[in-house]
């Protein structure tokens, strides 16, 4: 369970990096009135209830054949980590001095050279808040994972610890606190 929560996790943070930092940016960068709501739609797309979107996720799982597959939970958690980091995100690219970025490119720099060596090391204290975000919320996600993986090799934690040590009646509470620390201390590890 272990390992697949942390490739589930790891999968997920990568996507959701990727598809938000220049998301974010370019939503930050659009100097009129769209750029700001489009950031407030896409907040308002997080807030959509996932039991909501389960029926529609549940037939493209099936059309891509990802049913019993942690890879069903890599395609899907991205819909529910990329619009909040995106908001996030955007929260920490406003309060950039774009003028650096500016002087950047004065002096020689590409856009992508002036982002890569002028904007990313300013914004790493947010690309760290959307990483952690974006694993501790794939690490505790429980609908999903329970609709979407019923095969034991390929559960999470979080599903897991629920389905296979409980029966019926007896917990097999040794395991059920042995698995909850092993839930809470990454967790508590990476916001301490």
Request: aromatic content about 16%.
């Amino acid at each position: 369970f272990v390992a697949n929560t942390l490739i589930v996790a790891l999968l997920v943070v990568i996507i959701t990096v990727v598809v938000v930092f220049p998301a974010a940016y370019s939503l930050v960068r659009l100097s009129s009135r769209w750029g700001e709501s489009l950031g407030m739609l896409i907040f308002l797309v997080y807030l959509v209830p996932p039991t909501l979107l389960f029926i529609p996720m549940t037939g493209i799982i099936a059309d891509l054949g990802l049913q019993n597959s942690k890879y069903a939970m890599v395609l899907v958690y991205p819909t529910f980590t990329i619009p909040f980091c995106t908001w996030l995100l955007m929260g920490f690219m406003r309060n950039f001095p774009w003028e650096i970025e500016e002087q950047a490119m004065i002096d020689g720099y590409s856009r992508l050279q002036a982002i890569w060596k002028t904007v990313i090391p300013i914004i790493i204290p947010g690309i760290l808040t959307v990483i952690i975000f974006s694993f501790t919320l794939t690490l505790h996600e429980f609908v999903y994972s329970l609709a979407f993986v019923q095969a034991s090799s390929d559960k999470t934690l979080s599903v897991g610890v629920f389905t296979e040590l409980i029966r019926g009646d007896a917990y097999f509470w040794q395991s059920l606190m042995a698995a909850a620390a092993v839930i809470a201390f990454p967790v508590a590890f990476v916001y301490n």
